[in-house]
């Protein structure tokens, strides 16, 4: 049945009706042979086109009749026939078409939430990254290290522990709620020059820990891009700001060593008072002492694994004196020296500052102490290379490096020659015969 031809009008449009017979009816445009009116029994009425690509026919809805005027769907129509006489499939270059449109709203979605995670990226603080710093790095910090973190970068306005009054910032604290992305040479250098006028000396360990925190950044894919370059800490006009530490000398002499002695042990905390003492026998730093557990303690072979900062651990002997203060402390926790809350002890200085005055000795230091082990050990013909395996310095000649290896028991020796002098200088008696815990040591 040839299909019904008509020049399309709008009256035409509007009087054609689909018989009650047939699921549709077609009324086609003279004008545009691919354009027709298909009309349902609903009356719902539909220009669509129709033509033969590559042997087949294919058929494309244009629109309603109430959103197309016959005008534009004859262009429309018209338009369809140009690229099915170039041989291209209208259906296939409207699905490109949707397929290139869904592509770049999902590039603008993509891109608009990469410039929301950007914009939040540059917002981040010091402060914010700093704890993620803390608590990525802490398991692999002493309690020391990590405490300096903390104190130095701690906002202040807290009461004190022990005196009156609030505490004031860390040195690190003005540079906590900047942008990270701000952190430049410039910022650490005018930081550096305002510190360095009040608290040289925490803040030369500030820039120590900042430096070793941007490079952690650095080293960060989500941080990287906020830090790049150089790492703004490590520039000479920051290290000229802060200067250079004068060489420490503080160190107990021989002759004070009865004075000290009878002043430490008058201390009321008998951790503190051991810790003091041990921290003079082994020359350990302060920090490795404190980080003691009861099982770096191995009483059977009568050793001390000491966490070090340089080869990661090493073991020195649990000599006899050590032996019987370490014995005598209760084992309230995992710490050899606890504190309260059975945590580690923080650094006693202001036990050790009260003890010197005590004795009426010059000030020594927490590493004042390991210095004096150092300079004691050159009253004795120990080899220099024995004393550096004790403290836990590198080896400084190759024959200590490459040659020599001392075991435990030959550094025991060495060791308990060292104690037993130091406790003869200081008059303390001691009688190594005794039961460890049972010790009463008394400065003569």
Same mark, same amino acid.
């Given at each position: 049945m040839k299909p019904t031809r008509v020049h399309l009008t709008a009256g035409r449009v509007e009087d054609f009706t689909c018989p009650v017979d047939k699921a549709q009816a077609f009324l086609w445009d003279t004008d545009t042979p691919t354009l027709a009116l298909r009309v349902t029994p609903t009356g719902r009425k539909t220009y669509i086109f129709e033509a033969r690509l590559k042997g087949s026919t294919i058929r494309i809805n244009i629109g309603t009749k109430a959103d197309w005027p016959i005008e534009m769907a004859r262009t429309k129509a018209q338009g369809l026939k140009v690229l099915i006489d170039s041989g291209t499939d209208p259906r296939e270059l409207e699905?490109?078409?949707?397929?290139?449109?869904?592509?770049?709203?999902? %590039?603008?979605?993509?891109?608009?939430?990469?410039?929301?995670?950007?914009?939040?990226?540059?917002?981040? *603080?010091? +402060?914010?990254?700093?704890?993620?710093?803390?608590?990525?790095?802490? +398991?692999?910090? +002493?309690?020391? =290290?990590?405490?300096? =973190?903390?104190r130095l970068s701690a906002a202040g306005g807290v009461q004190r522990k022990r005196g009156e009054g609030l505490t004031i910032?860390?040195?690190?604290?003005?540079?906590? *709620?900047?942008?990270?992305?701000?952190?430049?040479?410039? #910022?650490?250098?005018?930081?550096?020059?305002?510190?360095?006028?009040?608290?040289? *000396?925490?803040?030369?360990?500030s820039w120590r820990l900042l430096r070793a925190f941007l490079t952690w950044c650095a080293e960060q894919p989500q941080y990287a891009p906020l830090v790049?370059?150089?790492?703004?800490?490590?520039?000479?006009? *920051?290290?000229?700001?802060?200067?250079?530490?004068?060489?420490?000398? %503080?160190?107990?002499?021989?002759?004070?060593l009865p004075a000290w002695f009878a002043a430490v042990q008058q201390t009321t905390n008998p951790a503190i008072a051991a810790y003091l003492q041990c921290l003079l026998m082994t020359?350990?730093?302060?920090?490795?002492?404190?980080?003691?557990?009861? #099982?770096?303690?191995?009483?059977?072979?009568?050793?001390?694994?000491? =966490?070090?900062?340089?080869?990661?651990e090493r073991v020195i002997p649990l000599t006899s004196f050590v032996h019987h203060l370490i014995a005598g402390l209760p084992k309230r926790g995992e710490w050899i020296f606890a504190g309260a809350g059975d945590q580690a002890l923080t650094r006693p200085a202001k036990n050790l500052n009260t003890a010197c005055t005590v004795a009426g000795v010059d000030h020594v230091s927490l590493h004042g102490l390991r210095r004096s082990f150092k300079s004691l050990t050159e009253w004795l013909e120990i080899p220099a290379g024995v004393v550096a395996q004790l403290m836990g310095h590198k080896p400084s000649a190759t024959a200590e490096k490459h040659y020599t290896v001392r075991p435990l028991d030959l550094l025991r020796v060495h060791h308990e020659k060292i104690e037993a002098w130091i406790l003869d200088q200081a008059g303390v008696q001691f009688d190594r015969t005794a039961e460890p815990g049972k010790l009463r040591a008394v400065a003569g």
């Open positions: 699905r490109q078409q949707q397929a290139d449109k869904d592509q770049a709203i999902a %590039d603008k979605a993509a891109a608009d939430a990469a410039q929301v995670q950007q914009d939040a990226a540059q917002a981040v *603080t010091v +402060g914010e990254v700093w704890q993620q710093y803390i608590e990525a790095r802490k +398991g692999r910090w +002493g309690a020391l =290290h990590l405490a300096d =973190h903390i910032p860390g040195p690190l604290y003005p540079l906590m *709620t900047m942008r990270l992305v701000d952190l430049s040479a410039s #910022t650490v250098t005018a930081w550096a020059e305002r510190e360095a006028q009040t608290r040289p *000396t925490p803040a030369r360990l790049a370059g150089t790492n703004a800490a490590k520039n000479r006009n *920051t290290r000229e700001a802060l200067g250079k530490p004068g060489a420490k000398q %503080d160190a107990l002499q021989r002759e004070q020359g350990a730093r302060p920090g490795e002492l404190l980080a003691l557990r009861w #099982t770096d303690v191995n009483m059977a072979w009568r050793g001390l694994t000491i =966490h070090d900062k340089v080869e990661g």
